[in-house]
């Protein structure tokens, strides 16, 4: 059985040219849609991929990266066939999983989608497992936290790309503190979407990026503290010229840096540098090395400045909503 999957393809599927707001190349950019405020062209996520299934090719169980939405669409061929746990049942299904597969769990192998499991276990230990039979021409929604599984009844081809709106920010803050936690490199740039998202003042539901932003900013003023009392010697750099790649990863932890980042020269050589986010820094301080660097992209005040301008925007919004 052979399973095309994740692929790009630009001679077939949706086609960048096209208007329609189904289109799925054109789905992030949409009005509302959070994943334009990311500066990265990632495929399969902000560009969709293209699927060609056989028969009895499988998808295995998975939940989105980053807890993100997904949308598939099969474009023709055979039917797909899903099995589906709802979102609110996310820890007691891994819990399953990991009795299950106590020798993959370990090494995360639920994110690296390579485990089947029988839906009459789930519903066995009291988990609902919904089931859909996908045809031509029609699409597919899945959810944050939602784990879903299937496989194709015969040749097909269909294509998917994930999507997110305001809804989504407290998957991907809980996203966010999961893949930090367990060393997981991260899809989606969580904190600076929220920060660009904040910017964005006259679209999307203020209130949710609101809270989103007071999380941020809380947590990074916080590790800054704590930072300088522990590093009080270090003064913050001016100089961005060490911290120009499109993408920095916190070599302990694999937080994307954004907001912040410490730069550790254990050696004169440059390529033994090592890039830490605050809370890694902390943990790190008693290791020896040559210097410390430290860069910040806002100052704590421009932080708070920001929840500040959101909460004043909120509520002439919800004045202004009240006089009509």
Known sequence: TLYGNDLEFSSFGSKETCSNQWNLRRLSKLSGGLLKYTSYDIPGVVRPYSYVGSQFSTFCWHVEDDLLYSINYLHDGSSKVWYAVPGDRFEQFEGIYQSTFPRLSKHHGIEKKTSMMDPSILVEAGIPVCKLEQKSREFVVTFPKAYHAGFN????????????????????????????????????????????????FWSGDLNKRFQALSSVTRRECRARSEFRLKFHNVRRSSKRDWFQSSLCYCDNCKEFLYLSVVRIKRSVHKAQDVFLCLDCAIKDKDKPCLKIEYFEQFSDNALRMKVMTLRKLIAVYRTYKFKI
């Open 153 to 200: 009844c015969g040749i097909n081809y269909a294509e998917a790309v994930n999507f997110a709106d305001d809804s989504w920010l407290s998957f991907g803050e809980a996203a966010y503190l999961r893949n930090k936690a367990n060393k997981i490199v991260p899809t989606i740039p969580f904190v600076q979407t929220v920060i660009r998202a904040a910017d964005s």
